[in-house]
């Protein structure tokens, strides 16, 4: 019996798109087709090294005649892509996407928006382990940010253990992705005044029966966002220290270490073991729970944790072209064979 290979459109070929690409080329059921550049820059040479046809996000004719000049060959518009698409994975700036959702919709394909974008706009988010199923044969949803994200990764298996979970967190955020040059701040702590921030918030979308809230502050760094969570359990929870991590242990896309003994202490120290064990980019797609930073203390539990932002996301949008186009209803085959495919696949 022959699969059903489906057909990836991805728009905006950045930081998250290139991933998405990839992770999605090192699929057995679902093909890119092609992939987008606004206009010609050194972006488009890993789309041509990595044998992806080359299109421009716009139909006008100027633009797509663009890119000759510079040596690349554009395939055509970003019309004739979804025109051979079975779904499209919008990697846009964050905002841009409310723009592009009629053009996807007139053109018939299915269509995931990033996590700049907001619930209202997509009426549906999305994370592997928090909602697959309510995604199921859809037309169109919303990978959730790098930090819901990973709060989805710990908070969700709590959620289901539990019963009920009543959270606050502090978002500790990474000012720029290492690749931004035009961002800040460099020199100080900026406080999101905007309380409580989104992020917590955010988590409903998925699992609305966890009652959250966050406030955010952006920090000098560029590697990774931490999580410093308090979360209190319902009464008569049953659980402890070790079995919540546990819980975490089986959970996928959670790496627990213990900073005493491996050494691994700072953000700086996650990212150089994810290069250490050979992600491309030097990505992690786990979320990293220190464990000696985990304790429970009657009902409030205590944690940290370590958000890689480029990466997390990144294997969640293919779980969700699998939701969307129906092709895998139980969320943890679909998260095993995603994880599988990325790890035995060298693709650059
Ligand atoms: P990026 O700026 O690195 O890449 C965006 C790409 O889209 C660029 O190549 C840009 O040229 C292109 N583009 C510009 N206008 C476009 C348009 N109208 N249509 C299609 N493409 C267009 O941005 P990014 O960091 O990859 O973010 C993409 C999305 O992913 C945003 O919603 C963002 O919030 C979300 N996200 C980003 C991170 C992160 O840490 N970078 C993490 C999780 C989610």
Known sequence: ?????VKVAINGYGTIGKRVADAID???DMEIIGVT??????GCDLAVRKGFPLYCTFDEPERIAAFAPAGYDCKGGLSELLAAADIVVDCSPGKVGAQNKQIYEDAGVKWIFQGG??????GLSYTSSGNHSENMNQSGTRVVSCNTTGLSRTLVPLLRKCGSLSVECTMIRRAADPGDSNKG??????????VPSHHGPDVMTIRPEISINSMAVAVPTTIMHVHAIVATLPQGHGMTTESILDLWHAQPRVVIMNGAETGITTTAEVMEFARDIGRKWGDLHEIF??????????DTLYYFQAIHQESDVIPENVDAIRALMGLESDWNVSV?????AIATYNGL
């Open 1 to 5: 019996m022959s699969i059903m290979v």
């Open 26 to 28: 090192a699929q057995d």
């Open 37 to 42: 550049k606004t206009r010609p820059s050194f």
């Open 117 to 122: 974008e907001k619930h209202v706009m997509t």
């Open 185 to 194: 701040p460099i020199n100080a702590i900026k406080p999101v005044l905007k």
């Open 289 to 298: 729970v220190w464990e000696d930073g985990v304790k429970l203390d009657g």
């Open 336 to 340: 095993s064979k995603t994880d599988k």
